[in-house]
């Protein structure tokens, strides 16, 4: 089985300014592949996958323009997958399933160091504290023991290297052992997703939404403030540069501009973490399945009074990342279909209430005087219902 994990890396200086030519380069030779192909398309020549590219770079291009040799100091591996990810991109444009490719910037903080095992015997060194990476040795990790060390049963087969928002990210594939089946036992859970609180387990539990604390609307105030700063910076520098060119100031533009990524990663941080304890607490029980609503969270936006609501508890997110750890662990998942009314069933005796309104909170059945919470009688609907697709 195949495992990602992902952790910071803490390199020194010198290491950081490789790891920054890696991307760079990588960066530069996704873009070239991209706009290489696009020449061609208008001249009229076929175009070229990733294998003949690398081919015809390495004989032609380089001998022609030896202004490029530089890349041929960087890691090979890194930047022929540069290739592959590009042609990657451009036959999911073929086929429709993706608009064109843009070109990797530096501004979103694209592009990224990729390395491989490349051969059987090949290991790529890991201790609980470091691993050692081709072109930069041995780069400190910043959380000890998180990657398996045991290299004869978690080996790490390839991994990137990533740079984002001021700060270095590892990920690495790793082929291990599937995880032992778990005996299944407990009741199943069924799963509200609302605005109100993010998630209300039929078992009872209320999982509250996270937007509402103090934590989360301080960091956004602060987001608003430095957004606006940004805003001041860059009608400034535009001023500015009508008259004299550039000035030192610019630095300051990209002194705002990290601190806002930074505090947008603050906020993913936290929203991740929040969400991955719910997982954990469901996943915990071994419940014998779990019951998700098929929430079409695209049409839910096009109420603007909610939109920004909804898009801050990031439901897509926590259904991805629940069905993966699910699957990870053989825990069967129910898909509700999408227009099953389960807040308007009773529980207790299937009758729908038609006239059930928003506000009532509390739901009471005309017919059998079952009386329960509105959003708990529509988790036991979710876990309980016949009408459901499996979500893998
Ligand atoms: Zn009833």
Wanted: glycine share 4%; hydrophobic share 35%; with cysteine.
């Amino acid at each position: 089985m195949l495992i990602t994990y992902k952790i910071e890396l803490k390199p020194t200086n010198q290491q950081a300014w490789l790891i920054d030519q890696q991307i760079s380069g990588s960066r530069w030779a996704y873009n070239l592949f991209l706009d290489i192909n696009r020449q061609r398309y208008e001249c009229g020549y076929h175009y070229m996958n990733a294998y003949e590219f690398s081919k015809w770079f390495n004989h032609d291009y380089l001998a022609a323009n030896p202004d490029d040799q530089w890349i041929k100091e960087l890691y090979a591996k890194s930047v022929k997958q540069a290739f592959i990810d590009a042609d990657t991109a451009m036959k999911r444009f073929f086929k429709k399933l993706s608009g064109y490719p843009h070109w990797r910037s530096f501004k979103r903080g694209q592009g990224s160091y990729y390395f491989v095992k490349n051969s059987q015997q090949q290991i790529i060194a890991c201790e609980r504290h470091r691993i050692k990476l081709p072109k930069l040795g041995w780069v400190r990790l910043k959380e000890y023991g998180y990657i398996p060390t045991d290299a004869e049963h978690f080996v790490i087969k390839q991994g990137r290297v990533k740079f984002k928002a001021g700060r270095y990210y590892l990920t690495c594939v790793i082929e291990q052992a599937d995880p032992i089946q778990l005996t299944l036992v407990n009741d199943p859970i069924g799963i509200d997703l609302g605005l109100k609180n993010l998630a209300i387990l039929s078992n009872g539990l209320v999982y509250g939404n996270q937007n509402k604390s103090s934590r989360l609307k301080k960091i956004r105030k602060q987001l608003r403030r430095l957004q606006r700063k940004l805003s001041r910076q860059y009608c400034a520098l535009k001023a500015r540069k009508q008259k004299e060119g550039r000035s030192a100031t610019d630095l300051n533009l990209a002194k705002t501009q990290l601190k806002v990524q930074r505090l947008y990663q603050r906020l993913t941080n936290i929203q991740i973490d929040y969400q991955n304890k719910l997982i954990a607490i469901v996943v915990r029980t071994k419940p014998l399945w779990v019951a998700l609503e098929d929430l079409n969270v695209s049409g839910m936006m096009k109420n603007r009074h909610l939109a920004k609501a909804i898009a801050q508890q990031g439901f897509y997110n926590f259904r991805v990342r629940l069905i993966a750890k699910c699957q990870q662990l053989g825990i069967p998942v129910h898909l509700t279909e999408r227009f099953e009314p389960t807040s308007k069933l009773c529980h207790n005796c299937g009758t729908k209430k038609v006239s059930l309104k928003l506000s009532e909170r509390t739901y009471h059945c005309p017919n059998c005087h079952y009386t329960n919470d509105r959003d708990l009688n529509a988790a036991l609907n979710i876990r309980d219902t016949k009408n459901f697709v499996l979500a893998y």
